[in-house]
C-alpha cells in the first residue's frame, strides 16, 4: 500500500511555544489530505480536511487560527500548533487519499505532542 | 449528518476462537462506502476491509469478513481463526463519496486475543 510519513513522531515543548507537523505522501500525491486528534482510549475526531493549493475545510469547533494548515504540494501537508497549551496535548494523525470516489485513506504513523 | 455507532467498548477470546464486531450507521444516503480500520498498539491505521453500499456481496478479506445489512444499516466484522497479532482496536468508518470524502469514525472496540 501507500506510505504516508508524519514528522516528528513526537514533540514536547513549552506552553506558547508553536509547534509544526509534517505530513507527506511518499508515494503517490494526495489530492486531499486529513487531520486528525485523538484523545487517549478514545476514536479519532476529524480537524480538517486540506487540498493542495487551496485553504483547507474546518470541522465545527476546531479553531482556524490555533490549528494551521498549510497543504503546498501534493505530497506535503502541515498542522501548526500555535501557542500551544496543555490542552493541546494529544495524537495527531494524517491521511492522504489520491481522490476518486471511496478511494482508501492512507494514515500516517501519528505524531504525540506534549505541551509542557 | 451520519453517525456511526459501535457498541461493544472492549471484547476479549482466545487464540484461533472467531469473534464478530459490531457496527451500526446512519445516513439519507444510497451509495457510501463502509470501512473496518484495525489499529494495534502502534497506533497506525490500517485498513481491514471495504465494502460499497452498492454491493450486496459482503467482502472478504482472507481470516476478515463483513456481514452488511444495507437495510438494517449494520456492518459487522468476522474475524476467524483469531490470531495475537489481531490484538488492537478496531474502528467502523463510514464514507459519503459525494464531497470531501470524509471517514465517519465509530467510538471503536478494544479487542484482546488471549493465548
Known amino acids: 500500500g501507500a506510505v504516508v510519513s508524519q514528522h516528528p513522531s513526537w514533540v514536547i515543548c513549552k506552553s506558547g511555544t508553536s509547534v509544526k507537523i509534517e505530513c507527506r505522501s511518499l508515494?503517490?500525491?494526495?489530492?486531499?489530505m486529513f487531520w486528525y486528534r485523538q484523545f487517549p482510549k478514545q476514536s479519532l475526531m476529524l480537524m480538517a480536511t486540506s487540498n493542495e493549493g487551496s485553504k483547507a475545510t474546518y470541522e465545527q469547533g476546531v479553531e482556524k487560527d490555533k490549528f494551521l494548515i498549510n497543504h503546498a504540494s501534493l505530497t506535503l501537508s502541515t498542522l501548526t500548533v500555535t501557542s500551544a497549551h496543555p490542552e493541546d496535548s494529544s495524537f495527531y494523525i494524517c491521511?492522504?487519499?489520491?481522490?476518486?470516489?471511496?478511494?482508501?485513506?492512507?494514515f500516517g504513523p501519528g505524531t504525540r505532542l506534549t505541551v509542557l | 449528518a451520519q453517525t456511526v455507532t459501535q457498541s461493544q467498548p472492549e471484547m476479549s477470546v482466545q487464540e484461533a476462537e472467531t469473534v464478530t464486531l459490531s457496527c451500526t450507521y446512519d445516513?439519507?444516503?444510497?451509495?457510501?462506502?463502509l470501512f473496518w480500520y484495525k489499529q494495534p498498539p502502534s497506533r497506525q491505521m490500517i485498513l481491514v476491509i471495504r465494502?460499497?453500499?452498492?454491493?450486496?456481496q459482503n467482502a472478504t478479506e482472507n481470516r476478515f469478513s463483513v456481514n452488511f445489512q444495507k437495510a438494517a444499516k449494520s456492518f459487522s466484522l468476522k474475524i476467524s481463526d483469531s490470531q495475537l497479532g489481531d490484538t488492537a482496536m478496531y474502528f467502523c468508518?463510514?464514507?459519503?463519496?459525494?464531497?470531501?470524502?470524509?471517514?465517519?469514525f465509530g467510538q471503536g472496540t478494544r479487542l484482546t486475543i488471549n493465548p
Open positions: 508515494d503517490f500525491q494526495a489530492t486531499t
Open positions: 468508518a463510514f464514507m459519503n463519496p459525494q464531497g470531501a470524502q470524509k471517514l465517519v
Open positions: 491521511s492522504a487519499t489520491a481522490g476518486g470516489p471511496g478511494n482508501e485513506q492512507f
Open positions: 465494502q460499497e453500499a452498492y454491493k450486496q
Open positions: 445516513t439519507s444516503e444510497n451509495n457510501y462506502y
